[in-house]
């Protein structure tokens, strides 16, 4: 079994970002520049966020962190996102969910001019993504796919199974699977809380991709020997044993799965840091306006 190191490939992508902004700066050019939006106080979005602006840092990019109470209204956001959409020092932006029940996500997310939409969840990105054009892909399903390439792992005519269809992991990653490329070329089942077979899938598979949100979901008898397990779950679950009181848990029951594996993601240190630096690259490809001319 090998564990992918995703905190490790995460450094040396962001050492690479570095090098190609020190370059931009010796031009006499400015630097990319992220805005992020952070409605509330949720301490998860918190974290995320705080690690989003700590990784602009690290790559020599500018950062602006626009906070909101989570009473804003929606016509207030919309007012602020046409302001970015606008606003030619800023190269990209995203706006962190979840968001309070009274305004619409996908208002907000459509608002986002997509020549913005770092975090790729704008329509046209992820229709350009799912019909193999250039486009912003999303972070955590781009994050994916460069651990796979990093690792030399096989996905050509291998059965992968996602778990999950959010918008924005489970499908986008099962379209990236199935595209003719590589990582690719691979034959997707996706399975949800529907799903009659999903164990029996699982079983069956060569690659798990599982991003449910539950906790420990994914136990030793699901998996085959042999099989390469993507661990995208982030679940805070209380705990004793830590300063901050949770611990972060993944949807697989790790100690189970993991000697049954060939290669498997760890929680954390494995697909979150990945998630991040895919911001990172998105926000680059932003500011050399290279996607879309
Ligand atoms: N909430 C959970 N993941 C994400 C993400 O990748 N981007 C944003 N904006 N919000 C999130």
Redesign the pocket.
Known sequence: MQLIDGKAIADIIKQEIAVEVATIKSMGQRPPHLA?ILVGHDG??ET?VAHKVKACEQCGFDSTLIRYEDTVTETELLAKISELNNDTAIDGF?????LPKHISEQKIIEAIDYRKDV?G?HPINVGRTSIGLPAFV???PAGIMELLKRYGIATAGKHCVVLGRSN?VGKPVANLMIQKAYPGNATVTVCHSYSADLVEQCQKADIIIAALGQPNFVKGNMVKDGAVVIDVGTTRVPSTTTKSGFKLTGDVLFDEVAPKCSYITPVPGGVGPM?IVS?MRNTLLAAKKELFK
């Open positions: 992020a998860g979005s995320y995203i706006v962190q969910l979840p975090d969840f999303s972070a955590t924005i998630t911001l």
